[in-house]
């Protein structure tokens, strides 16, 4: 069963794209479907973005439940060690 449930917002940073090419995101898309590529049944999508740049600036990631929640923890972890005033 799929919820159909999307949370898009805006975001600055930079990704890594296919042949190495670095450039700027500006959107990301979060949504738990089928995945394309991962080998299960359903995962966390998500995708960066840059619109502007057309649908070749993207860096799309498919990660279980389980992996998705890991993530959550690992950036909680990591922004929590930093000094707020370098999070700027």
Known sequence: MCTYTTIKDVI???AKGAGG???HVSD???YF???VHAMAEHTLNI???DPS???SARV???LTADSAVRLVEAIQAALAAVPVEMRV
């Open 53 to 55: 740049r057309g649908p």
């Open 47 to 49: 995708d960066f973005t």
């Open 33 to 35: 479907d089928h995945p």
């Open 21 to 23: 090419e670095w450039f």
């Open 12 to 14: 600055d940073g930079s």
């Open 60 to 62: 799309a990631v498919e």
């Open 28 to 30: 990301i898309t979060v």
